[in-house]
């Protein structure tokens, strides 16, 4: 079984600073990418940061400049800085491990999601 376990989300006035981390555990071989989306009340959830094993990263356009995706392969964790927030940061965030393998042999990929944090940024 796979799990990913997010921890740091929060209160946080406008303009200031929070840092995500998000573990993948269990049986795992390899995952192609990690990162995070977030979902406000009444939106679609969208994109905010991916980074792929090789270290490539994408952002959403509403948190580049703003926000920091890194990653620490050996121990299948992800972690968001978030700076310069904003109330429409406001949202749950979700960590990803997209096309992960369980074992070298075995090569079907799974999407896994962990169970979300709150961000909540104060005017």
């Known amino acids: 079984q796979v799990q990913l376990v997010e921890s740091g989300g929060g209160l946080v006035q406008a303009g200031g600073s929070l840092r995500l981390s998000c573990a993948a555990s269990?049986?795992?071989?390899?995952?192609?990418?990690m990162g995070w989306y977030r979902q406000a009340p009444g939106k679609q959830r969208e994109l905010v940061a991916l980074?792929?094993?090789?270290?490539?990263?994408n952002y959403g356009d509403s948190v580049r400049g703003r926000f920091t995706i890194s990653r620490d392969n050996a121990n299948n964790t992800v972690y968001l800085r978030m700076n310069s927030l904003k109330p429409e940061d406001t949202a749950v965030y979700y960590c990803?491990?997209?096309?992960?393998?369980?074992?070298?042999?075995?090569?079907?990929?799974?999407?896994?999601w962990g169970q979300g944090t709150q961000v909540t940024v104060s005017s």
């Open positions: 269990g049986s795992i071989f390899s995952i192609n990418a």
């Open positions: 990803t491990a997209l096309r992960l393998r369980v074992r070298v042999r075995d090569y079907r990929e799974k999407d896994y």
């Open positions: 980074i792929t094993s090789g270290g490539s990263t």
